[in-house]
C-alpha cells in the first residue's frame, strides 16, 4: 500500500458522496439494528438472572381457597404449613400469600383506586421463596398502620417512605377509612403485578381486605422430581387436613424459570432478526462494489497499465469497501448503544423487569463492530476479485454504447412482445445485468419477506385475540369476595346502576381431566368455564355437536378441539372430570373451535360440583323450624326447633334415655324439655313437618303424609341439652335428627345452592370504550360497597385494549427489524437505479438528441425500478407465508394459534412495495432526467 | 428569414473550478436550405460546440440562434427535445444506437416520442432502412451487427422525421474508407434531395469534396480563405 | 550500432467479427533503436491503436514476436509484465485515460508510487515540474473533468513520462492540442530521444509529422518507411 493507494480511496468516496452515503448508510442502519436489538436482549436476560435466582423459585405453586360451603371457621396457617411438612418431608420450605385487593386513595381525593394487597404467612424479611428486597424504610410492623409498597408502583405514584395514604378497611363493621403510613418500599422481582402492589402483614391484610386466608401456597421440596410426583397428593391432604379447598397446583422446574427462558427465546429471536438484517445491509454492499468495479473497468485497466498488480488493485477496491464499514459502523454502535438500553427499558415494562442503571452491552457491540466490518469486506470479495481480473485491453476497448450488450433468449422473446419501446427498453435493461438484477431483487425480497412474515404473524395473533374477545359480549367481570347469591346481586345492581343491559352469573374452575395431559403444564388439570346455557353461544362456535343449542337444560360438557383431540374423544363420549376429591361423569355434548384449552358447563352443575354452594346447612350448628303434629310446647302453633346434628355430636351427646341416632336407621333424638312438654317417651312416634309443607299447612297441622317433607319417625333417645346451648337461652324444645336426613326432609340441598364465582356484566351501550367501562364500575362497587359487599372487577374492554396493545407492540419491535431491512432494500434499489442512470448517460443523451422529454425518460427509469419491486414481490408473498409459518411455530404463545395468513397482507405488501419502489426510483430518474444533452456529450 | 440556420454573435462561456472557458467568442454562421457544409478545426476549437448550438443539445451564454425558423436561444430542454426530434436528425460519431432495442426499433424512436406517422411506423423504418440498404437485419440487436451497418441504421434513424436539417459529428471517422464512401454518397444523394447537411469532420478528402467548408480556431470563425492546410489530412 | 531496442518480426493480428476474419495487421517487422523518435501515421482504423497494444503488451498478437529491450513480450506471462511495464513503458492513451477521481498531480504521482521510482518525498515535486514543462502547472490541484481536452491531455503525457521511461509511446498524442502545445510536445520528445529514449507515436494528420525524424505509413495491415530520418549511429 501507498499513498496512492489512499489518495484512490478517498478521492472515490468523496467524489461521489451520494454513494457513499447511501452504501455507508446501510451499513449504519444494519449495525444500529444490531447493537440495538441484541443489546436490548442481552440486558434483560442478564437483569432477569440478577433479579432471578433459581433457588428462590417454589416449585410448586397451590392455588387454594376456602369454599364458601365451609362457613365461618378460624384458619390456622401456621400449624397447616407445619403438618404438611410433617407429612411430606422432602418439602424444604413452604409459605403462604394471600393476594386480594385493596382500596386506596391520596387523602386530598375523593376517589379510591384499586391496588392488590400482599401479606404472607412469613414475616418480610424471612421469606425464602420469591423474597422482596428492602430498598428504603422498614418493614411494616403489625398492627402499627404500617404498609410497604412496591418500587415501580411508588415510581409510578411517587411515594415516598413517610407518605400517609387512606385505606379502606373492609374488614371492620362499617368500612371505616383510616390513614396508613408508608414504612418502606421493596423490590419485588418475583411479583408479576409491582406496579399495583402494597404489603402489609398477614393480620393487618387480613383485616384491610376482609378477606380470611391464604390463596396461594409456595412450595419447595429437596429436588424437581419429588416435587411433581408429590404435587397431587400434597394437593389432596391439604384439601383434606385444612379448612381449605387446593384447587389446583402448578409444578414449575425453577432451572427453567418460564420468564427467564421466554425472554432468552425472545433475545434469541430478536439477535436473529438483527444479524439477518445486517446480511441484507452486506447484499446492498455487494451490490454496489460489484457496480463499482463494472463502473470503473478502465481505471482498473489504466492502473494495471501504470503498476498496479492485480492485488493491489484489489486492495484498492477492498479498502473501498471498508471505508464504507468503518463509516457506517462507527455512528452506528455508538447509536445502537442508548437505543439498546432504551429498548430493554421498554421491554422490561412488558416483562415487570426493572432496568435500573445504564449499561453498555459488551457482546452487542463486539458483534456490531465486527459484522459492522466484516460484512463489507466479505460481501465484496467477490465481486473485486471477479472485476479485478480484466485485462488492460478488455478494459480500455470503448465498443460505444453497446459494446457489452449480449443478446439472449429473453431479449429475443421480449422483441416480439407487443409494448411500447419504452418498456421494451425498460425489460431489456433489466434482463442484461441479470447479477445485479438479483441482488436487488434477493435484496428487496428478504425485506419484504421478513416484513410481511412478521406482520402475518402478529395481524393474526392480534385477530385470535379479537376474536376470542369477542365471543364474550360482557364488558366487565367481577368476582365478590365472599360468595353471594345471584339473584341478589343481580337485583341490587339492576335497581342502582345505570346503563347496564344484563348481568349474568357464571363460574370458572380448574379440575382434573382423567387421561389428559396438557402440553404446557404437563399435569392433567384443565381449566372449566360454567356459563348461562341459554345465551351466548353461537352455532359457528362448534365444530362438532350442538352443546346446549338445542336444551339447555341438558346435563353434559363442552371441550375444545384441543383437549378432545389429545384425549382422544368425541361427542357422545364420556369424561371423568374430578376436583375436591370428587369425581364426575360427564357426556361430552360438543367440541368447541377456540384456539385455547378451555370447556365449559352449566355453571350450576360446575358450582355444585366444585362446592361453590351457599346455604349448604353445617352439620351441628342447623337450626331450623318445623312442626309436630299434635305437639304444643314453648312456641306456638306445634313448633319444635330442628336441630341437624353431625356424626360425632350423634354420637357423644349426653342422654338421658334411649339410644343415640345411628346412621342408615330412620329416627329422632328430642330434648328433655320437648319430652317433658309432648309427654313423650322412648319409642314414640312423632309426625314432623318441615320445610315447604311447613308454609302450606294451616296454623294448625293438616299432613299428608305422603309428602317428602312430612315424616313420621321413632324418638331413639332423649338427650339433655348442651351447655352453650342451654347458656344462649334458646326455646329448649329441640328435635335432632342426622343433619342429612333433616335437609332431605326441608328439602333443601346437601350441598347447598350453587352460587356463581363470577358476574358478568353487559353494558346497554354495545361497544363501550375502557374508560366508559370502568365509570360503570365504579359504580357497581360503589352499590355494592353499600350494601357491604366488596368485589374485584376486571374491565376487559381495557383489557382487550391492553393485550392488543401489548401484541402490537411486540410486534413492532420485530418489525423494527424488518423495517431495518425494507430502509436497506429501498437503498438498495436507488442505488442500483443510480449505478443504472450513471452507466447510461450517454443512453439518456442519445435518447434526448433523438427527440425524447423528460417524462420518457423518468417513466423508463421508474417502470424498471417499479418492475423490480414487483418480481421481488412475487417471490416474497409465497415466502413470507413460509416465514410466518415458521414463526408460529417458534413463538411460544404460537401453540394456541393456528397458522393463518391473513390475506390483506399481500395487497399491502404489494402497494407497499410499489411505494418502496416508486420513491426509490424518482431520485435517480430526475437526475437522470435533468441532466442536460449537453453535460453527457461534452466530452465524447 | 430564408436561412435554414442563423447564429447571431453567440458566445458560449463554460464556468469551471478556477476559471472560464470560452468556448465560443462571437460567432456569426448562417446556413441557407439545401446546403452541403463541412466544419473543420482542432480539438477544443469549439466545433462541436458550435454543432450543439445547430442541435440545440446547448444553448448560448449571449447571442442568438435560429433553426428552422425557431428560436432556440431560451428553450427548455424538454421543448428542444422535442423540436429537435422532429427538425435535426443527428448521427454521431459512435452510432450510439440504443442497444436495447433492435435496429427496426431504433429507426422507430424518433417518431415515437415525436408522435408522427402514428400507425404506419414499421412501415416508414422499412422504408427507410431499404434506403440504407439494411432490411434484413431490421430485427437484429445492434450488438448483432456490423459497425458500417450500425451507422448506416444511425442514419435511417435520424431520417425517421423526414428533418429538414441533418447534423453529422464525424459521421465516417469510425468507418473503414470504402463504407465512408458509400455513407457519402448517401448525404449527397439526401442534400440532392434538398435536405441540408453540416458535418464536423477531420477527413480532408471528405472535406474536400464538400461544397462548403467551415473552419473554426479558438471560439471563432475562419474566413474560408485562411482554411489552414495543416488541419486537414490526407486520406 | 547500438542493438534495436523495440523489435517485431512478422507481427499478425486477426480478429473474429460477425462478418468474418478481420485482418488488421498484416506482418509487421519493425526495429527501432535508443534515441528514435518515430511516428506511425494512417487513416482511422487502419490498425495503429492494434500495433501499439502489441509493443506495450496489453494486447497479444495472432502470430510473430515482439521484443522490448531484453524481454519477449509475447512469451511473457501478464502478472510479470505488470511492474516491468510500469518503469520501461510510458503510454499516452488515444482517450487520456485519467483516473477522475484523483487530481491532476496525484495522477502523475500514481505511477511513480506503485512503479516504486523516485523518493517517496520527492515525487509531487518532480510530478509539478513535468506539470510546469508542459504548461498546466496552475491545474495541478483539479480534478480532470475540470479541465479541457487540451489540458486533460497535457496530464495524460506527463504521467507517461513520469518514470523516466525508456519507451514512450503515444497514440495520438496530439489530437486535441493547439499548434503550439503540438510543437512543445514534440520538442519534449525529441529531448527525451536526445538522452535515449524510444519514442513512438501514432497520428492520422500528415502534416505534423513534418519535423519528427522517423515515420511509417501503416496501410491494409502494412508497414512502409517513408522517413528514414536520424537514427543513431554509433
Same mark, same amino acid.
Given at each position: ?75 390456622? /396457617? ?14 424444604? &420450605? ?89 414504612? $418502606?418500599?421493596?423490590?419485588? &422481582? ?9 404489603? @402489609? ?13 391464604? /390463596? ?31 384447587? *389446583? ?16 427465546? *425472545? ?182 419477506? &421478513? ?128 376436583? /375436591? ?129 312430612? $315424616? ?90 391492553? @393485550? ?112 418502496? $419502489? ?9 437526475? @437522470? ?12 | ?43 477544443? #476549437? ?26 432556440? +436561444?431560451?428553450?427548455?430542454? !424538454? ?22 432495442? +433492435? ?12 408522435? +408522427?406517422? #402514428? ?23 445492434? #450488438? ?17 422525421? !423526414? ?25 449527397? !444523394? ?46 | ?234
Amino acid at each position: 500500500m501507498n499513498r496512492s493507494t489512499f489518495r484512490k480511496i478517498w478521492g472515490d468516496l468523496w467524489t461521489r458522496k451520494g454513494r457513499t452515503l447511501l452504501v455507508s448508510l446501510s451499513i449504519f442502519i444494519g449495525v444500529v439494528g444490531v447493537v440495538t436489538l441484541i443489546t436490548a436482549g442481552d440486558l434483560l436476560v442478564k437483569q432477569l438472572q440478577e433479579d432471578i435466582q433459581e433457588s428462590e423459585l417454589p416449585m410448586i405453586s397451590m392455588f387454594v381457597n376456602v369454599p364458601p360451603s365451609v362457613g365461618d371457621v378460624a384458619l390456622d /396457617n401456621q400449624t397447616y404449613i407445619t403438618d404438611l411438612k410433617a407429612a411430606f418431608p422432602d418439602i424444604t &420450605a413452604a409459605e403462604g400469600e394471600a393476594n386480594n385487593p385493596v382500596y386506596w386513595k391520596f387523602t386530598d381525593e375523593g376517589r379510591f383506586r384499586e391496588a392488590r394487597l400482599f401479606s404472607y404467612t412469613q414475616f418480610f424479611p424471612d421469606k425464602v421463596l420469591e423474597p422482596m428486597r428492602l430498598v428504603e424504610g422498614e418493614y411494616p410492623q403489625p398492627g402499627q398502620a404500617q404498609i410497604a409498597v412496591e418500587q415501580r408502583m411508588a415510581e409510578d405514584y411517587d411515594f415516598e417512605v413517610g407518605d400517609v395514604i387512606d385505606l379502606r378497611i373492609l374488614g371492620v363493621e362499617g368500612i371505616p377509612t383510616e390513614q396508613w403510613t408508608i414504612s $418502606a418500599i421493596v423490590f419485588h &422481582a418475583y411479583n408479576d403485578a409491582s406496579s399495583l402492589a402494597m404489603y @402489609a402483614p398477614y393480620d393487618d391484610a387480613e383485616m384491610i381486605t376482609g378477606i380470611e386466608g391464604i /390463596n396461594t401456597l409456595a412450595l419447595r421440596l429437596t429436588d424437581f422430581e419429588t416435587a411433581k410426583t408429590s404435587r397431587e397428593q400434597m394437593q389432596l391432604y391439604w384439601t383434606e387436613n385444612t379448612p381449605y379447598s387446593a384447587l *389446583f397446583a402448578l409444578a414449575q422446574d425453577p432451572a427453567q424459570n418460564q420468564a427467564l427462558e421466554g425472554t432468552k427465546q *425472545f433475545q434469541q429471536i430478536l439477535s436473529a432478526l438483527a444479524i439477518v438484517a445486517m446480511l441484507v445491509s452486506g447484499f446492498l454492499v455487494l451490490n454496489v462494489v460489484s457496480n463499482l468495479v463494472t463502473e470503473q473497468r478502465r481505471q482498473i485497466g489504466v492502473m494495471k497499465s501504470l503498476g498496479a498488480t492485480r492485488s493491489e488493485t484489489f486492495v484498492i477496491y477492498a479498502g473501498i469497501a471498508v471505508s464504507y464499514g468503518l463509516i457506517g459502523m462507527i455512528p452506528g454502535v455508538l447509536a445502537g448503544i442508548p437505543l439498546g438500553y432504551e429498548m430493554a427499558k421498554i421491554i422490561g415494562d412488558f416483562a415487570n423487569t426493572l432496568i435500573d442503571s445504564f449499561e453498555i452491552s459488551v457482546p452487542a457491540v463486539v458483534l456490531g463492530i465486527t459484522l459492522g466490518l466484516a460484512v463489507p469486506i466479505i460481501s465484496s470479495i467477490i465481486p473485486v476479485y471477479f472485476g479485478t481480473r480484466v485485462s488492460i485491453l478488455e478494459a480500455m476497448t470503448d465498443l460505444g454504447l453497446g459494446g457489452n450488450y449480449s443478446i439472449g433468449v429473453l431479449n429475443r422473446w421480449i422483441k416480439s412482445l407487443p409494448l411500447p419501446l419504452n418498456l421494451k427498453q425498460s425489460f431489456n435493461n433489466l434482463v442484461q445485468k441479470k447479477a445485479r438484477l438479483a441482488l436487488t431483487v434477493i435484496t428487496l425480497t428478504l425485506a419484504l419477506t &421478513a416484513f410481511m412474515g412478521v406482520s402475518a404473524v402478529f395481524v393474526r395473533i392480534n385477530d385470535v385475540l379479537q376474536e376470542l374477545l369477542d365471543q364474550f359480549e360482557f364488558q366487565a367481570i367481577f368476582e365478590t369476595t365472599e360468595s353471594q347469591e345471584f339473584e341478589v346481586i343481580e337485583a341490587l345492581i339492576m335497581e342502582n346502576v345505570a346503563g347496564i343491559k344484563e348481568v349474568y352469573p357464571g363460574s370458572g374452575s380448574i379440575v382434573q381431566l382423567e387421561g389428559y395431559v396438557s402440553p404446557q403444564s404437563e399435569t392433567n388439570q384443565v381449566m372449566v368455564m360454567g356459563v348461562v346455557t341459554d345465551r351466548g353461544i353461537d352455532e359457528d362456535t362448534f365444530s362438532e355437536g350442538r352443546g346446549w343449542l338445542d336444551d339447555p337444560d341438558r346435563k353434559g360438557i363442552v371441550m375444545s378441539k384441543e383437549i378432545t383431540k389429545e384425549i382422544g374423544k368425541t361427542v357422545g363420549d364420556f369424561v371423568t372430570i374430578s376436583a /375436591n376429591g370428587q369425581s364426575l361423569d360427564l357426556e361430552i355434548i360438543g367440541i368447541l373451535n377456540f384456539p385455547y384449552p378451555i370447556n365449559m358447563m352449566n355453571w350450576k352443575d360446575l358450582s355444585q360440583f366444585t362446592g361453590f354452594t351457599l346455604g349448604a346447612p353445617t352439620p351441628d350448628q342447623y337450626f331450623t323450624a318445623i312442626a309436630v303434629e299434635d305437639y304444643s310446647g314453648t312456641l306456638p302453633a306445634s313448633r319444635m326447633t330442628a336441630w341437624g346434628i353431625g356424626a360425632q355430636t350423634a354420637a357423644y351427646i349426653e342422654l338421658l334415655d334411649g339410644a343415640p341416632l345411628s346412621p342408615g336407621k330412620p329416627g329422632v333424638m328430642i330434648s328433655e324439655a320437648a319430652a317433658s312438654n309432648g309427654d313423650y317417651a322412648v319409642g314414640d312416634e312423632i309426625t314432623v313437618v318441615a320445610g315447604a309443607c311447613l308454609e302450606t299447612a294451616a296454623a294448625t297441622l293438616v299432613s299428608d303424609s305422603t309428602d317428602d317433607c312430612t $315424616a313420621t319417625l321413632p324418638i331413639v333417645g332423649i338427650f339433655a341439652l348442651p351447655a352453650q346451648m342451654a347458656e344462649a337461652q334458646l326455646p329448649p324444645d329441640l328435635v335432632a335428627f342426622f343433619w342429612q336426613d333433616l335437609a332431605t326432609l326441608e328439602g333443601i340441598s346437601l350441598e347447598g345452592k350453587p352460587v356463581p364465582n363470577a358476574f358478568y356484566v353487559l353494558s346497554e351501550d354495545v361497544d363501550p370504550n375502557a374508560r366508559e367501562v370502568d365509570e360503570l364500575i365504579d359504580q357497581i362497587n360503589d352499590t355494592l360497597v353499600d350494601h357491604g359487599i366488596t368485589a374485584s372487577f376486571i374491565n376487559m374492554v381495557e383489557i382487550s385494549d391492553m @393485550a392488543s396493545d401489548a401484541i402490537l407492540s411486540i410486534g413492532i419491535i420485530l418489525n423494527l427489524a424488518s423495517l431495518v431491512m425494507a430502509a436497506v432494500g429501498a437503498i438498495g434499489l436507488i442505488t442500483t437505479l443510480s449505478i443504472a442512470v450513471f452507466e447510461r448517460q450517454k443512453e439518456i443523451g442519445v435518447m434526448r438528441s433523438v427527440g425524447a422529454k423528460s417524462p420518457t425518460i423518468i417513466v423508463q427509469f421508474l417502470v424498471e425500478g417499479v418492475l423490480v419491486g414487483i418480481l421481488a414481490w412475487i417471490i416474497a408473498a409465497p415466502l413470507s407465508v413460509g416465514l410466518a409459518w415458521a414463526l408460529t411455530e417458534i413463538l411460544p404463545f404460537g401453540d394456541f394459534i393456528e397458522f393463518a395468513y391473513p390475506p390483506i397482507l399481500l395487497p399491502f405488501g404489494f402497494i407497499g412495495i410499489l411505494i418502496i $419502489a416508486t420513491i426509490s426510483s424518482v431520485w435517480p430518474s430526475v437526475s @437522470a432526467a435533468r441532466k442536460t444533452v449537453s453535460d453527457i456529450l461534452r466530452y465524447q | 428569414m430564408d436561412k435554414l440556420i442563423s447564429l447571431q454573435a453567440v458566445q458560449k462561456t463554460y464556468k469551471i473550478k478556477g476559471g472560464l472557458i470560452h468556448a465560443l467568442r462571437g460567432v456569426d454562421f448562417e446556413v441557407a436550405q439545401g446546403e452541403f457544409v463541412a466544419l473543420v478545426g482542432p480539438s477544443g #476549437s469549439g466545433k462541436s460546440t458550435l454543432i450543439n448550438m445547430i442541435t440545440g443539445i446547448d444553448r448560448p451564454t449571449k447571442g442568438e440562434v435560429y433553426v428552422a425558423g425557431q428560436r432556440l +436561444t431560451h428553450m427548455g430542454e !424538454d421543448r428542444v427535445a422535442g423540436w429537435r426530434g422532429k427538425n435535426v436528425g443527428v448521427v454521431f460519431q459512435f452510432f450510439q444506437l440504443l442497444p436495447s432495442l +433492435t435496429v427496426m426499433e431504433n429507426v422507430i424512436m424518433p417518431m415515437t416520442y415525436a408522435g +408522427t406517422y #402514428s400507425g404506419r411506423r414499421q412501415e416508414r423504418a422499412l422504408e427507410l432502412l431499404d434506403l440504407v440498404d439494411l432490411v434484413d437485419v431490421a430485427d437484429k440487436y445492434p #450488438s448483432q451487427v456490423s459497425g458500417g451497418q450500425q451507422q448506416r441504421a444511425a442514419i435511417a434513424r435520424a431520417l425517421a422525421n !423526414d428533418p429538414p436539417l441533418i447534423v453529422g459529428d464525424e459521421p465516417t471517422g469510425n468507418l473503414d474508407s470504402v463504407s465512408a464512401g458509400l455513407m457519402f454518397a448517401l448525404f449527397e !444523394d439526401l442534400v440532392a434531395q434538398g435536405k441540408t447537411m453540416v458535418m464536423v469532420t477531420h477527413d480532408k478528402d471528405l472535406a474536400g469534396k464538400v461544397p462548403r467548408v467551415q473552419e473554426v480556431r479558438d471560439g471563432l470563425l475562419l474566413d474560408s480563405s485562411e482554411v489552414d492546410d495543416r488541419l486537414l489530412v490526407r486520406a | 550500432m547500438t542493438s534495436p531496442f523495440v523489435i517485431t518480426r512478422n507481427l499478425v493480428k486477426h480478429y473474429d467479427t460477425p462478418n468474418g476474419e478481420l485482418e488488421v495487421l498484416r506482418g509487421i517487422d519493425l526495429e527501432l533503436r535508443r534515441g528514435d523518435f518515430a511516428a506511425i501515421v494512417g487513416p482511422s482504423g487502419a490498425g495503429k491503436t492494434t500495433l501499439l497494444n502489441m509493443i506495450t503488451a496489453v494486447d497479444k498478437p495472432t502470430r510473430g514476436e515482439v521484443i522490448v529491450g531484453d524481454k519477449s513480450v509475447v512469451q511473457t506471462p501478464q502478472p510479470q509484465l505488470t511492474k516491468w511495464r510500469a518503469k520501461n513503458i510510458g503510454i499516452v492513451f488515444q482517450f487520456f485515460q485519467l483516473l477522475p477521481t484523483i487530481s491532476v498531480v496525484d495522477n502523475i504521482v500514481f505511477p511513480m508510487d506503485y512503479a516504486n521510482v523516485h523518493k517517496p518525498a520527492q515525487r509531487r515535486d518532480y510530478a509539478l515540474s513535468w506539470l510546469a514543462r508542459l504548461g498546466i502547472e496552475d491545474q495541478a490541484e483539479k480534478r480532470p473533468d475540470m479541465l479541457s481536452g487540451g489540458q486533460q491531455q497535457r496530464t495524460a503525457i506527463a504521467r507517461a513520462l513520469a518514470n523516466n521511461p525508456p519507451l514512450i509511446i503515444g497514440d495520438e498524442p496530439t489530437a486535441n492540442l493547439d499548434r503550439m502545445s503540438t510543437e512543445n510536445v514534440f520538442n519534449i520528445f525529441q529531448e527525451l530521444a536526445d538522452q535515449g529514449a524510444t519514442v513512438v507515436i501514432t497520428t492520422y494528420d500528415r502534416d505534423i509529422v513534418a519535423n519528427i525524424p522517423i515515420v511509417y505509413e501503416l496501410q491494409d495491415g502494412k508497414l512502409k518507411e517513408i522517413k528514414s530520418g536520424k537514427r543513431m549511429l554509433v
